[in-house]
């Protein structure tokens, strides 16, 4: 088990809805900038939403694909951070990871340090 777990992925039909969650263990996850990424295969890992750290503004970040459906949230009582997904389609199907790192500008997969497995979204038409 890594830094930080990923869970809420599963098999939903075109328009449903899914909230993946993600736990950091060991450190605090509200003291870093946490993204949501993912990656379909044969294609390179993207960023979907990122969201600043206690230290910041608070500021999230989307894709272009994901804006106005998904929303990324945080629950620092519980050490925990959401990405809401509504109005699945099935390009989003792809591997979801959480990541969590001290520095970010543009929500890109180099800018987070740690890491979770990662969790399957598959969205069918």
């Known amino acids: 088990q890594g830094p930080l777990v990923e869970s809420g992925g599963g098999l939903v039909q075109s328009g449903d809805s899914l909230r993946l969650s993600c736990v950091g263990t060991?450190?605090?996850?509200?003291?870093?900038?946490v993204g949501w990424f993912r990656q379909a295969p044969g294609k390179e890992r993207e960023g979907v939403s990122c969201?600043?750290?206690?230290?910041?503004?608070?500021?999230?970040l989307y894709g272009d694909s994901v804006k106005g459906r998904f929303t990324i949230s945080k629950d620092k009582h519980k050490n925990m951070v959401y990405l809401q997904m509504d109005n699945l389609k099935p390009e989003d199907t792809a591997v979801y990871f959480c990541?969590?790192?001290?520095?970010?500008?543009?929500?890109?997969?180099?800018?987070?340090?740690?890491w979770g497995q990662g969790t399957q979204v598959t969205v069918s038409s």
């Open positions: 990541a969590a790192g001290p520095f970010y500008r543009d929500c890109l997969p180099a800018e987070f340090d740690y």
């Open positions: 060991g450190f605090i996850l509200d003291y870093y900038h």
């Open positions: 969201i600043t750290s206690s230290d910041g503004d608070g500021s999230t």
